[in-house]
């Protein structure tokens, strides 16, 4: 069975100011993708960034990048330039490149404040 | 383009009572799943489908049914709920394998069992 270990239950950082989210998962697997989700207060999941396992590249979008460690097994967001709209729970997911099945993390709580 | 419909948002039920939360996407994914999501636990997985006539079961299946006759749609069904089925409970659908896999997501039911 797959694992996601989110090791940081809440987290803070000034606005503006950068922050990393931590990320650790336990597979067998040798393809597979990586997710960070988006859980603002409307409770609306939101697509952050995603991570194929066969790319060393690691994926950024505008300001979220990720830290992808393959051998180590980790997978950390990167959020740049912290803005009040960031404040939401983010989780970390994993899905096997053979099914559609999704592993969650239990979350962290990340306030920006201003 | 409605996505993925979830209703209701909001349920309140006595223990012992039964009741189907609805879900329907208009993406013609052959993937359906359903989660829930329980403070500190992140989500878990209930019970999926690949495909219209074929469901299985996720983390979390017992006092849950599901079943698929279309594509589109993926109701949940608590047979007799009880107070630890409170909880928030998200649908989500996928395309079945694919390069760009993501799940879309409902907004959400938040159950209340009293």
């Known amino acids: 069975a797959q694992t996601v270990t989110q090791s940081q239950p809440e987290m803070s950082v000034q606005e503006a100011e950068t922050v990393t989210l931590s990320c650790t998962y336990d597979t067998s697997e040798n393809n597979y993708y990586l997710f960070w989700y988006k859980q603002p207060p409307s409770r609306q999941m939101i697509l952050v960034i995603r991570?194929?396992?066969?790319?060393?590249q690691n994926a950024t979008e505008n300001r979220f990048s990720v830290n992808f460690q393959k051998a180590a097994k980790s997978f950390s967001l990167k959020i740049s330039d912290s803005q009040l709209g960031d404040t939401a729970m983010y989780f970390c997911?994993?899905?096997?490149?053979?099914?559609?099945?999704?592993?969650f993390g239990t979350g962290t709580s990340l306030t920006v404040i201003p | 383009n409605a996505g993925v419909t979830q209703t209701p948002k909001f349920q309140v039920l006595k223990t012992g009572q039964s009741m189907t939360l609805q879900c329907a996407q208009d993406?013609?994914?052959?993937?359906m799943s359903w989660y829930r999501q329980d403070p500190g636990m992140g989500l878990r997985l209930i019970h999926y489908?690949?495909?219209?006539?074929?469901?299985d079961q996720g983390e979390v299946p017992n006092g849950y049914n599901v079943s698929r006759s279309t594509t589109e749609d993926f109701p949940l069904r608590l047979l007799s709920a009880a107070p630890s089925q409170t909880s928030v409970y998200f649908c989500?659908?996928?395309?079945?394998?694919?390069?760009?896999?993501?799940?879309?997501f409902g907004s959400g039911t938040q159950l209340s069992v009293l």
């Open positions: 989500a659908s996928g395309r079945k394998g694919g390069t760009n896999e993501k799940l879309f």
């Open positions: 993406m013609n994914h052959e993937y």
């Open positions: 997911a994993f899905m096997k490149n053979t099914g559609n099945q999704f592993y």
């Open positions: 489908s690949v495909g219209a006539g074929i469901t």
């Open positions: 991570q194929e396992a066969y790319k060393q």
